[in-house]
């Protein structure tokens, strides 16, 4: 909004000093204004690049996202587990952080 404003200023001026025959003023003016508007469109296209960069990366109930069950709630997750042709898995054994405390637990498969 500033770099507007210092814009439209600078317009303003250019047109008051073309008036007056002041040519090299004006000339100034304008490229204040044209620096000024330039600016303000670099910063625009830089807060839309950041705003792509800042997108989740995982959906909402993708595993890798941060969750919390509340107590005497439960909360589903499926796991894909790809291993090769002949291989068998057993057990899967996993570490959960439960009340900031890890623990190793294992699943029979």
């Known amino acids: 909004m500033i770099l507007g404003i210092i814009a439209a200023?600078?317009?303003?001026?250019?047109?008051?000093?073309?008036q007056s025959g002041n040519i090299a003023n004006s000339k100034l003016y304008l490229s204040v204004a044209t620096g000024a508007l330039l600016i303000n469109d670099f910063n625009k296209i830089s807060d839309t690049i950041t705003d792509?960069?800042?997108?989740?990366l995982f959906p909402k109930n993708h595993l890798?996202?941060?969750?919390?069950?509340?107590?005497?709630?439960?909360s589903k997750k499926w796991i894909l587990i790809?291993?090769?042709?002949?291989?068998?898995i057993k057990d899967f054994v996993f570490t959960l952080n439960v009340d900031k405390k890890p623990g190793k637990f294992s699943v029979a498969l």
């Open 64 to 74: 890798y996202t941060n969750f919390q069950v509340p107590p005497g709630l439960v």
């Open 9 to 18: 200023g600078a317009v303003v001026a250019a047109g008051s000093n073309d």
């Open 52 to 56: 792509i960069e800042r997108v989740k």
């Open 82 to 88: 790809q291993h090769p042709n002949g291989l068998g």
